[in-house]
């Protein structure tokens, strides 16, 4: 684990239903960039990052640049765009009341609920996403792709990219719920912000964290929407077959 980008891992290692192993060294995902020393930055550039895909919106992009590895491509794929999902929960923080009335009494995680929702169903998630797949399918090099704690956007899309992959439902699960053991510096941020704004840090709890219900919002969504998951990659993300056709022949390996 790198200690100033602790979320940061390689989606690799897993088994596919079909026995196959996802190669390792190829596809990264983290929380932000913005905030990592040089001997992190160091340890990134031995892993030759040539690709770094910004999922967040841009008033975090602009409060919180990337810090890019040298020879690195920087693309912006916002996946919230103007949604509501994306505004700006900063404002929250200096507004006490307004965050008491938005987040108490099971706000918080009606809020992350809304959330996973819309990552599957508005226009700019699925742009985000599509040309997400299509930059890990076309390589060749190796790419990362994160927002800010690299746990909701950053979350989906590891179990978007997995499950093309035809790694099981648990797995994916497991993968995105392994954000959890690795934000205790988030954790930390957040409820010190929450108090300096004299907010109860407890009501920031549910957004810190990852729960398997928010995912499983994001997949009941899904086939809501679209039937199955083969029906949100054809007709929400519009992703040809050929895509992902490229995607498990480079990221697959006996």
């Known amino acids: 684990m790198l200690r100033t980008l602790p979320n940061f891992r390689d989606i690799g290692g897993y088994r596919t239903d079909s026995g196959a192993r996802v190669r390792t060294g190829l596809v ?6 913005s905030r990592i020393d040089d001997d992190d930055f ?3 550039a031995e892993r030759g990052l040539r690709q770094v895909l910004d999922l967040r919106t841009v008033h975090e992009r602009t409060a919180e640049p990337d810090r890019v590895p040298e020879g690195a491509e920087y693309a912006v794929l916002d996946v919230q765009g103007d949604h509501t999902t994306g505004g700006d929960l900063n404002r929250l923080f200096d507004d006490p009341e307004a965050a008491a009335a938005a987040l108490g009494g099971g706000g918080a995680e009606a809020f992350m609920h809304e959330v996973n929702r819309a990552l599957v169903t508005t ?13 890990a399918a076309a390589g060749p090099t190796s790419v990362v792709f994160h927002c800010t704690a690299g746990k909701d956007r950053t979350g989906w899309a590891a179990a978007l990219l997995l499950t093309l992959l035809g790694v ?5 699960f497991e993968d995105y719920l392994a954000s959890n053991e690795r934000m205790d510096r988030l954790r930390g941020m957040m409820r010190r912000q929450a108090e300096r704004g004299g907010i109860d840090p407890d009501l920031m709890e ?18 809501r929407v679209y039937g199955s998951f083969e029906g949100y ?6 992703l040809a077959p050929r895509t992902a056709e490229r995607l498990r022949d480079r990221l697959l390996e006996a």
């Open 123 to 135: 226009d700019d998630a699925h742009a985000g996403y599509r040309e997400l797949v299509e930059r």
């Open 233 to 238: 990659v054809a007709d929400g993300l519009k």
């Open 42 to 44: 160091a340890a990134l």
């Open 168 to 172: 099981d439902r648990e797995t994916v």
């Open 28 to 33: 990264y995902r983290a929380d932000s960039f």
């Open 206 to 223: 549910p957004i810190i964290q990852v729960r398997r219900s928010y995912l499983e919002t994001a997949f009941t969504e899904l086939e």
